[in-house]
């Protein structure tokens, strides 16, 4: 027996633990594990992914849509617009055949930009060490 007087020798870090349950050990993940895995967690990481890609494209589209598309509905109202001639060319055919190219370009970079912009994000999140 030991003597009471005697101070408790230290042997290290002791887990005191309740034995009725039965819960893992929380074992750290990298994002880069997590997605790898399929967890739920990596799930979101993905569907954060796909959801900034898709606002990019649906904000393309709908200004696709509210500017070049608007263009027939321009033409019918304003009769001003269809009978403007440019050098013997109807204004119609001006905008549809020179003007809307810069306009698609433009906005074929903007998305782009957002795409990468998100993928940039994305990559950095999941390699924090980065390249």
């Known amino acids: 027996m030991s003597d009471p007087e005697e101070p408790p020798v230290y042997t290290g870090r002791v887990r005191v633990t309740n034995p ?12 880069h594990q997590e997605i790898d895995e399929s967890t739920a967690i990596g799930e979101i990481y993905m569907r954060s992914l796909i959801r900034s890609q898709l606002r990019a494209a649906l904000t393309v589209t709908l200004t696709l849509v509210l500017s070049i598309g608007a263009l027939p509905l321009v033409f019918l109202s304003f009769d001003a617009v269809t009978e403007f001639h440019v050098l013997g060319v109807p204004a119609p055919w001006l905008i549809l055949g020179v003007a809307v190219y810069p306009g698609l370009f433009l906005l074929g970079w903007v998305y782009i930009r957002q795409a990468e912009r998100a993928e940039r994000d994305f990559t950095a999140l999941v390699e924090p060490d980065g390249p």
């Open 20 to 31: 009725l349950t039965s819960a893992p050990a929380h074992v750290r993940r990298s994002v």
